[in-house]
């Protein structure tokens, strides 16, 4: 689609705070749309035993991402997709994570709730999807730095629309 955010590493404190509001479980699928340097992909499969997927359309990113879930030894747990995640169908998620800025949220906005299963949660770092009421938000200070995180359940989302 052609759309660019730059690279801004989400701080692990808060990747764990926005993985345990999401109430990820061992056995999930979590899907991070830029997973950047895979610190949310290797936090969700080392300590919260589940399956992430990371979609990156940097290759450089990915080659970092690939070195960290080794590093973590979590290989075997991790899947890293180079591409553009407009064009992944997301059906077989559990929690999609987003540190995506809003004017792509609001993009990928009908993406999630067309594709998403209901039991679904979406959470996004710092920036809101518009017209989403979230379920929890919450602010998480991390050194100097406050920052708020939205949690989105998709039956809520859907409930809202009819």
């Not at 290989?75 to 992944?88: A, E, N, P, T």
């Not at 993009?107 to 989403?132: C, T």
Request: aromatic residues 8%; charged residues 30%.
């Amino acid at each position: 689609m052609g759309i660019s955010v730059p690279f801004v590493p989400t701080p692990t404190e808060v990747v764990r705070e926005m993985l345990r509001i999401a109430e990820l479980k061992p056995g999930e699928i979590v899907v991070d749309l830029g997973c950047g340097d895979g610190r949310v992909l290797t936090v969700a499969a080392k300590e919260f035993d589940a399956f992430a997927v990371g979609v990156e359309a940097r290759r450089d990113l990915i080659v970092r991402a690939l070195v960290n879930v080794r590093k973590a030894n979590v290989l075997g747990r991790v899947l890293i997709i180079q591409g553009d995640f407009f064009k992944l169908n997301l059906g077989f998620a559990d929690v999609v994570f987003l540190y995506l800025l809003s004017s792509v949220n609001e993009i990928l906005k009908p993406k999630l709730e067309k594709e998403l299963k209901d039991n679904a949660r979406v959470v996004s770092h710092d920036f809101e999807v518009r017209g989403w009421r979230p379920t929890k938000e919450i602010k998480v200070r991390n050194g100097y730095r406050s920052h708020t995180v939205y949690l989105y359940r998709i039956s809520d989302v859907r409930g809202e629309a009819h």
